[in-house]
C-alpha cells in the first residue's frame, strides 16, 4: 500500500530471518502458536487509516446512541439470553477488507463487527517479537491514538480486571488450552495477572461462582468472556449442560456481557450506511431480490468464522432459506491484491481493536491485527501450502 516501503521490506526480506522470527515467537510459549503468521506487516498510510477510522466512529456513535439497544433488542436468540445485560460492551472489533474502487483508490469495506474480544495480548506479543528480526519504518506503529505497549497493556488490563484483584477475576472459554487461538489466552494471563480456566471447571454455590486456583477454592468476582456460543452449540451434551450456568442469575460481573456478541454482529449492518460500509439487508425485509444477486453475499445471522456463508449466491440458495430473519443478504466487496510478495499478490484484511472502559462515553481504537490471503476467501482453509499469507498485523503512518 505504500509502494517505497513495501519495496524495501520485500527486498531486504530473507527466509532465515523468518525463521528466526518465527523460532522466537513459538518459544515465549512453546506449542501453543496455533495458526500460520504470515511473513509481513501490512504497512498502512495514513489516509487509508483514516477511511478506516471515519467508518468505525460512525458506526460508534450508532452504538452509543440511546436507543441502540431498543434497535437490537431481536439480535439475541431467545434461548440465549444472559441475564444482567451491561451498560455496553468492554470491547468492539471492526473487520474491513482492502479493496479498490471504481476509480481505482484503496478504500476499506467493512465486513463483520462483534461487541467481543480478539487477539488482544497476543498482538502486543506479535509486534515485540516482529521487532526484534525486522526493521520497522520511523513514525510506525501498531498503536493508535497515541497508545504505545506500556499505555495499551495497562488500558487493557484495568478493562478486563476492573475494580477486583486478578486473582478474582477468570479467562473463561471452553477447553482454553485446546483451542486455536490458545496463544492469546496465555498472553493474557502474563500481562494481566488471570488466569484462563475452563468452563466445565467452573464450581456454583448459590449465586457465586468459584474455581480451583492452584488448589484453592477462589471466589470469581468478574468474568472475562470468551465463550462462544455457537461452539458451545457443538460440544457434547455434558458440557452444554454445564453452559446452562449462563443463563442463571450469578453474582459476577461480565467483560464482556455475552449479549454483546449478538448486538453487535452481522445483525447490526443493515442499519448502517457509509460509503464504506457496504449495503446489508434483512433477507426477510427484502421486497424485490437483486436482480446482480452475483454480487450479494448471504449470511446467517448466527454463526461464526465464516459457517455457511455463502458467496456465489443464486435464487436457488434463497429459496432453500426456510428463516430468511436469521440471514442477511450484504454485497460483495472486492479484495484488491493489495500486498506484493514473492510470487502472487495478497489480498488483505484488517481488523480494528475499540476498548471501552467503564465510566468513558465511547470506545476508543487502540490497536488491530491484519490477515493476509491468496485464496478464494480469508482464512486458513482458502490459504493451504501458500506463503506469505496467514495472521498478521498493521504498522500505521502517524
Not at 483451542?179 to 454455590?205: A, N
Not at 468472556?225 to 460481573?253: A, H, M, S, W, Y
Not at 481488523?351 to 476467501?377: C, H, Q
Request: proline content about 6%; some cysteine.
Amino acid at each position: 500500500m505504500i509502494p517505497a516501503i513495501r519495496k524495501a521490506y520485500n527486498e531486504a526480506f530473507t527466509k532465515e530471518s523468518y525463521v528466526a522470527f518465527l523460532q522466537e515467537l513459538n518459544g515465549v510459549h512453546p506449542g501453543e502458536l496455533d495458526f500460520r503468521v504470515a511473513e509481513t506487516p501490512i504497512f498502512v498510510p495514513k489516509d487509508f487509516t483514516e477511511k478506516i477510522l471515519d467508518a468505525c466512529e460512525s458506526i460508534v456513535d450508532i452504538i452509543v446512541d440511546p436507543k441502540f439497544k431498543e434497535l437490537t433488542k431481536n439480535a439475541i436468540p431467545k434461548n440465549l439470553q444472559v441475564p444482567g445485560d451491561e451498560a455496553h460492551s468492554h470491547f468492539i472489533a471492526f473487520d474491513f477488507g482492502i479493496c479498490i474502487n471504481e476509480a481505482g483508490e484503496y478504500e476499506p469495506q467493512l465486513i463483520e463487527m462483534q461487541g467481543f474480544p480478539s487477539l488482544f495480548a497476543y498482538e502486543v506479543l506479535l509486534d515485540d517479537v516482529f521487532r526484534n528480526h525486522f526493521t520497522v519504518p520511523e513514525n510506525f506503529s501498531c498503536y493508535l491514538n497515541g497508545y504505545t505497549r506500556e499505555t495499551y497493556i495497562q488500558l487493557l488490563k484495568e478493562i478486563i480486571i476492573g475494580n477486583h484483584n486478578p486473582e478474582n477475576v477468570v479467562l473463561l472459554e471452553i477447553f482454553p488450552r485446546k483451542q486455536k487461538t490458545r496463544i492469546d489466552f496465555y498472553c493474557t494471563e502474563e500481562y494481566s495477572g488471570i488466569k484462563m480456566v475452563c468452563l466445565t471447571k467452573l464450581i456454583k454455590e448459590g449465586k457465586k461462582l468459584y474455581y480451583l486456583n492452584e488448589g484453592k477454592k477462589t471466589a470469581i468476582k468478574r468474568i472475562f468472556n470468551r465463550v462462544i456460543f455457537d461452539d458451545l452449540q457443538q460440544q457434547t451434551p455434558e458440557v452444554q449442560e454445564k453452559g446452562k450456568i449462563f443463563f442463571e442469575e450469578l453474582e459476577v460481573e461480565w467483560c464482556p456481557h455475552p449479549n454483546w456478541f449478538y448486538r453487535i454482529s452481522k445483525y447490526t449492518l443493515p442499519f448502517i450506511r457509509h460509503q464504506y460500509v457496504p449495503a446489508t439487508f434483512f433477507l426477510n425485509e427484502i421486497k424485490q431480490m437483486p436482480a446482480d444477486l452475483e454480487n450479494y453475499v448471504l449470511k446467517p445471522l448466527f454463526s461464526f468464522a465464516g459457517q455457511g456463508v455463502i458467496i456465489d449466491v443464486t435464487q436457488q440458495d434463497i429459496d432453500n432459506v426456510k428463516d430468511p430473519e436469521n440471514w442477511i443478504l450484504q454485497q460483495k466487496v472486492k479484495y484488491a491484491d493489495v500486498i506484493e510478495t514473492p510470487d502472487i499478490p495478497a489480498k488483505a484484511e484488517i481488523r480494528m481493536f475499540y476498548f471501552w472502559k467503564d465510566g468513558e462515553i465511547r470506545p476508543v481504537a487502540t490497536n488491530n491485527l491484519g490477515r493476509l490471503s491468496k485464496g478464494k476467501m480469508i482464512g486458513v482453509r482458502y490459504n493451504k501450502d501458500k506463503e506469505w499469507v496467514g495472521g498478521s498485523f498493521c504498522l500505521f503512518a502517524s
